[in-house]
């Protein structure tokens, strides 16, 4: 097959590598296992626990709490809910928090919900809805708007509710850039997350990346074209751009095209010209993010980066972070 470019990415279409063993449709019995990692989240945790525990279809919430020095855990252990439960861990990071509470988990399917985020409501009824019309998926899942610090709606992406996204074999597309980028709107099939061995502890970043393409090595996506959560955009974000740089992302870069698995199930030839393209993915979100912040000029650095790698890749990079500037 022939080297494809990171610009022709966006235009491949799924091709069929892998066809998993038909399953039934999902029982009304169905259950979700809420993971939610926390440290340090006392002024949003609760919040963030209500919207939870409001979804009538989810059958247990895990709280880690990642060796927490506020009053989290007290907040935790105040709220009376039986499905509620508390684990305690002693700062390992939030890869070992999930994966910890994946391994506690009893639900057929996980959600990994961040402790300042919120989800919508019925954003659970929706995605299992979805699934029960995608018996192969491994993984479902929809779409966040975000919020800032005080909980105030900033986004606009309801402008975008007619934009669809991959369902199916979806890891060419998926390799060239995540486009899930919030685990809260995903339910994971448990058997199948705990096959791939879950997340990544050496990643600091993007780990959530690495393991979705994993899974979608193993199995079908299925997209649900629903607002689901509110992404909390503030200063004490891991992927702020105050701190965060294009560089901090690039080691997820390498472990995704270093995955065994996940470069067995690649289009022969393409690895390259994916790779590239996730680059351009990363670099042009960090751009996004500094706009949204405010930060100008890093935002300018970030697409001379996109301009240096392709200059072709460029129009499409200042257009989606001109867009970022409105919430979109």
């Known amino acids: 097959m022939a080297q494809i470019t990171a610009e022709d990415v966006l235009d491949l279409q799924a ?5 998993p063993a038909v399953r039934q449709p999902l029982p009304s019995s169905t259950t979700v296992s809420v993971v939610i990692p926390a440290k340090n989240v006392a002024a949003y945790v609760g919040e963030t626990l209500a919207s939870a525990l ?10 880690v ?26 700062s390992a990071g939030v890869s070992a928090a999930r994966n910890l509470g994946a391994r506690y988990a009893r639900g057929d399917w996980l ?14 009824a929706a995605l299992l809805a979805a699934a029960r019309g995608a018996p192969r998926a491994v993984l479902v899942y ?3 708007n975000t919020i800032d610090s005080e909980g105030h709606q900033i986004g606009r992406r309801g402008l975008l509710k007619g934009r669809r996204k991959p369902s199916g074999d979806v890891l060419t597309r998926l390799a060239a850039g995540n486009f899930i980028v919030n685990g809260g709107i995903a339910l994971a099939r448990a058997e199948a997350f705990r096959a791939i061995g879950g997340f ?20 079908e996506f299925e997209f649900a074209p629903k607002l ?31 995955d065994g698995l996940i470069l067995a199930r690649l289009p022969e030839g393409t690895a390259a010209g994916l790779r590239l393209a996730a680059e351009l993915h990363l670099i042009t979100y960090s ?28 129009p499409r990079a200042a257009a989606r972070t001109a867009l970022a500037r409105f919430g979109i």
Not at 200 to 219: N, P, Q
Not at 228 to 252: E, G
Not at 287 to 311: D, E, H, I, P
């Open 111 to 124: 959600l990994f919900l961040d402790a300042d985020d919120r989800l919508r409501p019925g954003a659970v």
């Open 200 to 219: 990544d502890t050496s990643l600091r970043y993007c780990e959530d990346w690495h393991c979705w393409c994993r899974l979608a090595a193993i199995g």
């Open 54 to 63: 409001a979804q009538g279809e989810v059958g247990e919430v895990i709280v």
């Open 142 to 144: 929809g779409d966040y």
């Open 287 to 314: 751009a996004m993010q500094a706009v949204r912040f405010g930060r100008y000029r890093q935002a300018f650095f970030y697409l001379g980066m996109v301009g240096r790698r392709s200059l072709k890749a460029l």
């Open 15 to 19: 091709t069929t590598r892998l066809v």
């Open 65 to 90: 709490d990642d060796g927490s020095t506020d009053n989290t855990a007290a907040i935790v252990r105040g709220i009376r809910d039986p499905r509620l439960r508390l684990i305690t861990n002693d």
């Open 228 to 258: 689901l959560l509110d992404y909390r955009l503030h200063t004490a974000n891991t992927m702020n751009a105050a701190v965060r740089t294009p560089k901090d992302f690039f080691p997820a870069i390498a472990r995704v095209f270093d």
